[in-house]
DNA sequence: CAAACTACCTGACTGC
DNA sequence: TGCAGTCAGGTAGTTT
């Protein structure tokens, strides 16, 4: 399920792929994918513009054009970009941009796949700096124009759990599932840990071990379980192979070696070491 | 206003 | 073999 690690790897590749070509071509094959237009803007008029550059904003995409304008892109769940020889088909292509020949490079297509469907592109009017659209997303913690202190402030005014704080992409960004419950691991914190009953110094801990746990996936190319995450080569990434909780439940935490437990949290899964990771007594998930 | 909840979606997998 | 049910989960929109 791509991260910030994962967005960040499929970002790099598509900026070797697609820096200083020009769109030729839009075709859209599943109207979820372009669900979201502003009015009176339409998706297929990226046409003929040229890609100066991708940017990211937590695990929103966009492409910089010389128009202006931008495309923002989001994988959801499911969401890959390939760049492929113009002619072939994939069950789950969504969107096919053609890339149109230039000095060094053949006519090419660039695919966004999507099996889930969560995912998808938009075009963003005068966008090219930052869409509009993303305004609400926080910069993530990798960024060097994020202003720390506050985010620390914020976190530590919110009465809710703290897990659904690292979830929250308004206050820090790109954070998703897996990381969340890494970096929880990793500074011995409970999900269900109020954030407003937090130290300044555990806060200041747990953002660490979240930047840490970016870091090294990005470095071992992101995390894959599936054929859901790939960079835009097609390839998996093998920081799976690292995660000391989740999707580990019932296998020894890598600290203590007690028995990761798995429980519901959100209609979904939270991954945990009891013991490592101590429930608060009063449970606010 | 903050927090909680729900719809959206496909395919792999489980149990009967 | 088939079929119903479960699970994976990021985001936007709605409700509390």
Known sequence: MPELPEVEVVRLGLTGYLSGRRISAVEVLHPRATRRQPVGSDFGQLAGARVDDVRRRGKYLWFALDTGDAVIAHLGMSGQFRFVPPGEHHPH????????????????????????????????????????????????LMDPLLDLPAVITTIRHKHVGIKRVLLDQTVTSGVGNIYADEALWRARLHGDRLADGLSRAKVVELLDAVRAVFAEALAGGGTSFDEQYVNVNGESGYFDRSLAVYGQADRPCPRCGTPVRRVAFMNRSSHLCPRCQRAPQVGIR
Request: charged share 20%; net charge negative.
């Open 93 to 140: 292509l969504r969107i096919r941009l053609t890339l149109a020949a230039d000095a060094t490079h053949a006519e090419t297509e660039c695919w966004f796949l999507d099996q889930r469907t969560f995912g998808g592109m938009q075009l963003s009017p005068g966008g090219a700096a930052l869409p509009a659209e993303i305004n609400h997303i926080g910069r993530d």
